[in-house]
């Protein structure tokens, strides 16, 4: 199958999303708004496109819609390998890194410690900072800063505390193994108190990494804050692999207590579909949030790839894509606090041609080619409302019948994507698949709205409450979008197609 399928070198470079230009990268690392620009730091292998030489790459936008590569921001030696961390604006130069005219960035970042290294086997957080503005970065003479003397303690993010029980840092970090979340306080980012720890709670079934601790308002009350935790799962996740879950709660400056901890049922095989997920796609992983984004936006990204594959994925000579960044929001729906989340950045200067539009239009059981709709880069803003069929939706990146599969199955209330036909998959077992996440109605209909890029489909479901994000590989002949019913009918309200290339 793979030899029939028309691709150059360059046929997956996303438009809308960050890749290097010719290096591997997994999670993104020190997000930071500074200087007037985004920054995504991120784990890059300098030397090749599989994971190995673990350093920061780094990247900037304006905007979050281009970015620029930068040269290797923090790079791996004899001793360490430079792990996922955070950044930090030290804006009163509590560190002492700063000088008189120029407070410091500070990383806090692990080391993963090399064989005849002094700390051998061993992960710990060090500290480097950058007097330029987050371009130039130099290692703290001192590290580690923080060592438990442990093997799996990893992925430091470092947020400023602000609140009833003073003003410090606070580290969120896991010991990955034993599915905690271990909780830090400093007053000056080089020596570190244990406050407390979170966990082990819902999702288990693989080991913790990369957690993010922040607090958001609820239905935009800024009297009303809930704090939330973050913590990404590998293997584990709803739709196997990696994945994100989090937890809306209450944090006091010491402890975070959940109040979406998940106690009944810890037998049933079907429980993952209780607890809360950033993504139900396979391909979100080490999500973690912006600091200093200006407004109190809380923006998120993650590294759009699944460990069970990740090296394997067919892209060259550049390996994995971050996911669009995502403005996340609380709100409450049934009752229950949970994530809204939307892409960050305002796509609409990038919009093509005119928009193609669809007003009322039954499916009807089969495929109807959107003819006018086809593209490899658009965002399609799609309602439907339910008939007789038992799943309805879209084909994109189509080919005739084949094609990645967006749909809904109202009856078992479903959001399903299905990639088992969306062009390359033989590149790996797993990676052949079909996804669901739990979904309702709202008013009768659902509403889709859905990022491709040349090798993604990011679907953001009922104005963002579920969301789904997943790589594919079609030829770049596969460009058709088309409507399907399967099993009787079903009617598109509004659909509307924007091409960004
Ligand atoms: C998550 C992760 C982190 C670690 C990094 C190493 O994908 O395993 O826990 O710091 O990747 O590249």
Redesign the pocket.
């Known amino acids: 199958m793979t030899a029939a399928i028309a691709t150059t070198a360059e046929t997956f470079r996303p438009t809308l999303h960050y890749a290097a230009r010719n290096t591997w990268l997994?999670?993104p690392n020190g997000l930071i708004f500074h200087g007037g620009v985004y920054h995504l730091y991120y784990?890059s292998n300098p030397l090749g496109n599989v994971?190995g030489n673990?350093s920061w790459g780094h990247a900037t936008s304006p905007d979050l819609l281009k970015w620029t590569e930068h040269p290797t921001a923090i790079t791996c030696d004899d001793d360490e390998d430079i792990?996922?961390g955070s950044i930090v604006f030290d804006r009163d130069n509590t560190s002492g890194f700063g000088t008189g005219t120029m407070a410091p960035l500070v990383a806090v970042y692990?080391s993963?410690f090399k064989p005849g290294s002094a700390h051998e086997g061993l992960q710990a957080q060090s500290l480097a900072y950058s007097l330029d503005g987050g371009y130039t970065w130099t290692k703290h003479a001192a590290n580690p800063v923080l060592n438990r003397g442990s093997a799996e303690f990893?992925?430091p993010k470092v947020i400023r505390y602000d609140g009833d029980a003073g003003s410090y840092w606070v580290m969120v970090a896991v010991e990955?193994t034993d599915f905690q979340v271990v909780l830090y306080k400093s007053e000056d980012l080089r020596t570190w108190e244990l406050l407390s720890s979170f966990g082990p709670a819902n999702a288990t079934g693989g080991v913790w990494?990369?957690p993010d601790l922040f607090p958001l308002p609820v239905d935009a009350d800024p009297e009303n804050l809930k704090w939330v935790l973050t913590v990404?799962l590998?293997p584990g996740g709803p739709n196997n692999g990696?994945a994100g879950q989090y937890f809306v709660g209450d944090f006091d400056g010491k402890t975070f207590v959940s109040a979406t901890t998940v106690t009944e049922g810890l037998q049933d095989p079907d429980r993952l579909g209780k607890y809360q997920w950033l993504d139900w796609g396979r391909d979100y992983?080490?999500a973690v949030s912006f600091s200093d984004v200006p407004d109190n936006r809380r923006l998120m990204m993650a590294?759009m790839n699944n460990?069970e594959y990740a090296n394997q994925i067919p892209t060259s000579p550049w390996r994995s894509p971050m996911t669009l960044a995502r403005e996340i929001s609380l709100q409450t729906t049934d009752g229950n606090l949970r994530l809204v989340q939307q892409p960050a950045g305002d796509w609409t200067a990038l919009a093509g041609a005119e928009p193609f539009c669809l007003s009322t239009t039954t499916i009807h059981d089969g495929v109807q080619v959107l003819t006018g709709a086809a593209g490899t880069v658009q965002r399609i803003d799609v309602t439907f409302t339910p008939g007789s069929a038992e799943e309805f939706g879209l084909i994109l990146r189509g080919d005739g019948v084949k094609g990645t599969r967006v749909g809904i199955r109202p009856r078992e209330g479903f959001l399903i994507v299905d990639r088992r036909e969306s062009g390359q998959t033989d590149f790996h077992a797993s990676f052949p698949s079909i996804e669901t996440a739990p979904i309702q109605a709202a008013a009768g209909s659902y509403a889709l709205t859905i990022y491709v890029d040349r090798c993604s489909v990011e679907v953001f479901a009922q104005g963002g409450q579920v969301t789904m994000t997943e790589l594919i590989f079609p030829a770049e002949t596969s460009t058709e979008a088309s409507l399907y019913a399967i099993g009787g009918t079903a009617t598109v309200n509004e659909l509307v197609v924007t091409q960004f290339a």
């Open positions: 997994n999670d784990q994971w673990m792990f996922s692990t993963s990893r992925d990955a990494e990369c990404n590998n990696s992983y080490a590294w460990w």
